[in-house]
T-cell receptor, first 113, second 115 residues
Framework: GENVEQHPSTLSVQEGDSAVIKCTYS??????FPWYKQELGKGPQLIID?????GEKKDQRIAVTLNKTAKHFSLHITETQPEDSAVYFC????????????FGSGTRLSIRP | DTAVSQTPKYLVTQMGNDKSIKCEQN?????MYWYKQDSKKFLKIMFS???????INETVPNRFSPKSPDKAHLNLHINSLELGDSAVYFC??????????????FGPGTRLTVT
Protein backbone atom coordinates (compact mmCIF):
# COMPACT_ATOMS: atom_id res chain seq x y z
CA GLY A 1 0.00 0.00 0.00
CA GLU A 2 0.94 3.65 -0.05
CA ASN A 3 3.59 4.66 2.42
CA VAL A 4 5.43 7.83 3.42
CA GLU A 5 8.64 7.55 5.42
CA GLN A 6 9.93 10.55 7.35
CA HIS A 7 13.33 11.19 8.98
CA PRO A 8 14.52 12.07 11.51
CA SER A 9 11.93 11.37 14.18
CA THR A 10 13.49 13.99 16.47
CA LEU A 11 15.69 16.94 15.62
CA SER A 12 17.31 19.47 17.91
CA VAL A 13 19.02 22.54 16.44
CA GLN A 14 20.53 25.71 17.83
CA GLU A 15 18.44 28.82 17.38
CA GLY A 16 19.47 30.50 14.16
CA ASP A 17 20.68 27.31 12.51
CA SER A 18 18.87 25.42 9.74
CA ALA A 19 16.71 22.32 10.06
CA VAL A 20 16.07 19.75 7.34
CA ILE A 21 13.42 17.03 7.37
CA LYS A 22 13.32 14.38 4.65
CA CYS A 23 10.54 12.18 3.32
CA THR A 24 10.15 9.47 0.73
CA TYR A 25 6.92 8.18 -0.76
CA SER A 26 5.93 4.97 -2.48
CA UNK A 27 2.92 5.87 -4.66
CA UNK A 28 4.36 7.12 -7.95
CA UNK A 29 0.97 8.66 -8.83
CA UNK A 30 1.22 11.10 -5.90
CA UNK A 31 1.29 14.67 -7.14
CA UNK A 32 0.56 16.80 -4.08
CA PHE A 33 2.95 17.07 -1.13
CA PRO A 34 1.87 19.19 1.86
CA TRP A 35 3.78 19.85 5.05
CA TYR A 36 1.94 20.33 8.33
CA LYS A 37 3.08 21.80 11.63
CA GLN A 38 1.46 20.62 14.85
CA GLU A 39 1.96 22.65 17.99
CA LEU A 40 1.29 21.18 21.41
CA GLY A 41 -2.41 20.65 22.04
CA LYS A 42 -3.46 21.78 18.57
CA GLY A 43 -4.40 20.26 15.26
CA PRO A 44 -1.93 20.11 12.36
CA GLN A 45 -1.75 23.24 10.22
CA LEU A 46 -0.52 23.47 6.64
CA ILE A 47 2.68 25.51 6.37
CA ILE A 48 3.68 24.88 2.77
CA ASP A 49 2.88 22.51 -0.07
CA UNK A 50 4.37 21.57 -3.41
CA UNK A 51 2.89 20.05 -6.52
CA UNK A 52 4.55 17.58 -8.83
CA UNK A 53 5.14 20.05 -11.64
CA UNK A 54 7.44 22.11 -9.40
CA GLY A 55 10.87 21.16 -8.06
CA GLU A 56 11.21 23.77 -5.35
CA LYS A 57 9.08 26.27 -3.51
CA LYS A 58 10.03 28.88 -0.94
CA ASP A 59 8.03 30.94 1.53
CA GLN A 60 10.16 33.24 3.70
CA ARG A 61 12.23 30.97 5.98
CA ILE A 62 10.77 27.68 4.80
CA ALA A 63 11.39 25.88 1.53
CA VAL A 64 10.45 22.52 0.09
CA THR A 65 12.19 20.52 -2.61
CA LEU A 66 10.78 17.64 -4.60
CA ASN A 67 12.61 14.97 -6.60
CA LYS A 68 9.90 12.99 -8.39
CA THR A 69 12.36 10.57 -9.97
CA ALA A 70 13.72 9.53 -6.60
CA LYS A 71 10.36 10.03 -4.85
CA HIS A 72 11.99 12.26 -2.23
CA PHE A 73 10.88 15.58 -0.82
CA SER A 74 12.34 17.73 1.93
CA LEU A 75 11.49 20.64 4.20
CA HIS A 76 14.14 23.24 4.96
CA ILE A 77 13.75 25.80 7.72
CA THR A 78 16.41 28.50 7.88
CA GLU A 79 17.22 30.91 10.73
CA THR A 80 15.23 28.80 13.17
CA GLN A 81 13.37 30.52 15.99
CA PRO A 82 11.89 29.18 19.25
CA GLU A 83 8.39 29.29 17.77
CA ASP A 84 9.49 26.76 15.15
CA SER A 85 9.51 24.09 17.89
CA ALA A 86 6.69 21.67 17.00
CA VAL A 87 5.99 18.33 15.33
CA TYR A 88 6.23 18.46 11.54
CA PHE A 89 4.47 16.04 9.21
CA CYS A 90 5.10 15.46 5.55
CA UNK A 91 2.33 13.94 3.44
CA UNK A 92 1.61 12.75 -0.06
CA UNK A 93 -1.59 12.38 -2.03
CA UNK A 94 -3.16 12.60 -5.43
CA UNK A 95 -5.23 15.63 -6.41
CA UNK A 96 -8.68 14.09 -6.00
CA UNK A 97 -10.61 14.53 -2.77
CA UNK A 98 -11.34 10.84 -3.00
CA UNK A 99 -7.66 10.13 -2.47
CA UNK A 100 -6.22 9.72 0.96
CA UNK A 101 -3.48 11.96 2.26
CA UNK A 102 -0.81 9.63 3.61
CA PHE A 103 1.13 11.22 6.44
CA GLY A 104 4.70 10.57 7.49
CA SER A 105 5.39 9.58 11.07
CA GLY A 106 6.33 13.10 12.17
CA THR A 107 9.49 14.90 13.27
CA ARG A 108 9.67 16.56 16.66
CA LEU A 109 11.76 19.69 16.13
CA SER A 110 13.24 21.42 19.18
CA ILE A 111 15.02 24.76 18.92
CA ARG A 112 17.71 25.29 21.56
CA PRO A 113 18.07 28.91 22.75
CA ASP B 1 -14.30 32.53 13.80
CA THR B 2 -13.47 28.85 14.23
CA ALA B 3 -13.05 27.10 10.88
CA VAL B 4 -13.27 23.49 12.09
CA SER B 5 -14.66 22.88 15.56
CA GLN B 6 -14.97 19.69 17.56
CA THR B 7 -16.80 18.86 20.75
CA PRO B 8 -15.92 17.78 23.30
CA LYS B 9 -12.24 18.67 23.60
CA TYR B 10 -11.70 16.05 26.29
CA LEU B 11 -13.64 12.85 26.82
CA VAL B 12 -12.96 10.40 29.65
CA THR B 13 -15.11 7.31 29.78
CA GLN B 14 -15.13 3.69 30.86
CA MET B 15 -14.69 0.59 28.73
CA GLY B 16 -17.89 -0.63 27.17
CA ASN B 17 -19.55 2.77 26.97
CA ASP B 18 -20.82 4.40 23.78
CA LYS B 19 -19.74 7.96 22.98
CA SER B 20 -19.98 10.51 20.17
CA ILE B 21 -17.70 13.28 18.96
CA LYS B 22 -19.13 16.10 16.90
CA CYS B 23 -17.46 18.13 14.17
CA GLU B 24 -18.58 21.20 12.29
CA GLN B 25 -16.86 23.29 9.61
CA ASN B 26 -17.89 26.74 8.44
CA UNK B 27 -15.54 26.88 5.45
CA UNK B 28 -18.06 25.68 2.88
CA UNK B 29 -15.87 22.66 2.10
CA UNK B 30 -17.31 19.58 0.43
CA UNK B 31 -15.12 16.95 2.08
CA MET B 32 -14.66 16.06 5.73
CA TYR B 33 -12.41 13.53 7.48
CA TRP B 34 -11.77 11.76 10.74
CA TYR B 35 -8.20 10.97 11.78
CA LYS B 36 -6.85 9.10 14.77
CA GLN B 37 -3.54 10.19 16.33
CA ASP B 38 -1.99 7.71 18.73
CA SER B 39 0.43 8.34 21.56
CA LYS B 40 3.38 8.19 19.15
CA LYS B 41 1.81 10.96 17.06
CA PHE B 42 1.01 8.73 14.07
CA LEU B 43 -1.83 10.33 12.10
CA LYS B 44 -4.05 7.80 10.40
CA ILE B 45 -7.14 8.49 8.35
CA MET B 46 -10.28 6.66 9.40
CA PHE B 47 -13.09 8.03 7.23
CA SER B 48 -13.80 10.64 4.61
CA UNK B 49 -17.11 12.03 3.39
CA UNK B 50 -17.64 14.03 0.22
CA UNK B 51 -21.00 15.81 -0.03
CA UNK B 52 -22.40 13.48 2.65
CA UNK B 53 -21.21 10.38 0.78
CA UNK B 54 -18.67 8.03 2.36
CA UNK B 55 -15.63 7.89 0.06
CA ILE B 56 -12.85 6.60 2.29
CA ASN B 57 -13.37 3.89 4.87
CA GLU B 58 -10.12 2.56 6.21
CA THR B 59 -9.74 -0.66 8.13
CA VAL B 60 -11.54 0.53 11.21
CA PRO B 61 -13.58 -1.66 13.58
CA ASN B 62 -17.28 -1.41 12.85
CA ARG B 63 -17.74 -0.10 16.39
CA PHE B 64 -16.85 3.23 14.77
CA SER B 65 -19.65 4.75 12.73
CA PRO B 66 -19.42 8.16 11.09
CA LYS B 67 -22.52 10.15 10.27
CA SER B 68 -22.77 13.19 8.05
CA PRO B 69 -26.16 14.89 8.36
CA ASP B 70 -25.05 17.65 5.97
CA LYS B 71 -21.91 18.92 4.28
CA ALA B 72 -20.90 21.00 7.27
CA HIS B 73 -21.09 18.26 9.89
CA LEU B 74 -19.39 14.93 10.39
CA ASN B 75 -19.93 13.12 13.66
CA LEU B 76 -18.17 10.02 14.96
CA HIS B 77 -19.99 7.51 17.12
CA ILE B 78 -18.04 4.81 18.93
CA ASN B 79 -19.75 1.78 20.48
CA SER B 80 -18.37 -0.50 23.18
CA LEU B 81 -15.27 1.57 23.82
CA GLU B 82 -11.99 -0.29 24.40
CA LEU B 83 -8.74 0.76 26.05
CA GLY B 84 -7.04 0.82 22.64
CA ASP B 85 -9.45 3.51 21.44
CA SER B 86 -7.67 6.03 23.66
CA ALA B 87 -6.16 8.61 21.32
CA VAL B 88 -6.66 12.10 19.96
CA TYR B 89 -9.28 12.23 17.21
CA PHE B 90 -9.05 15.00 14.64
CA CYS B 91 -11.71 16.17 12.29
CA UNK B 92 -10.61 17.92 9.09
CA UNK B 93 -12.17 19.41 6.00
CA UNK B 94 -11.02 20.30 2.51
CA UNK B 95 -12.24 21.57 -0.82
CA UNK B 96 -10.65 19.95 -3.84
CA UNK B 97 -9.55 22.38 -6.52
CA UNK B 98 -9.09 20.88 -9.97
CA UNK B 99 -5.48 19.90 -10.58
CA UNK B 100 -4.29 21.68 -7.46
CA UNK B 101 -4.58 19.30 -4.55
CA UNK B 102 -6.57 19.97 -1.44
CA UNK B 103 -5.36 21.63 1.75
CA UNK B 104 -6.89 20.04 4.80
CA UNK B 105 -7.99 22.20 7.71
CA PHE B 106 -7.86 20.40 11.03
CA GLY B 107 -9.95 20.90 14.13
CA PRO B 108 -8.37 21.23 17.59
CA GLY B 109 -8.79 17.53 18.37
CA THR B 110 -10.71 15.48 20.93
CA ARG B 111 -8.61 13.62 23.47
CA LEU B 112 -10.41 10.40 24.28
CA THR B 113 -9.31 8.45 27.34
CA VAL B 114 -10.86 5.07 27.99
CA THR B 115 -10.36 3.69 31.51
Amino acid sequence: GENVEQHPSTLSVQEGDSAVIKCTYSDSASNYFPWYKQELGKGPQLIIDIRSNVGEKKDQRIAVTLNKTAKHFSLHITETQPEDSAVYFCAASRYSSASKIIFGSGTRLSIRP
Amino acid sequence: DTAVSQTPKYLVTQMGNDKSIKCEQNLGHDTMYWYKQDSKKFLKIMFSYNNKELIINETVPNRFSPKSPDKAHLNLHINSLELGDSAVYFCASSQAVRDRGHEQYFGPGTRLTVT
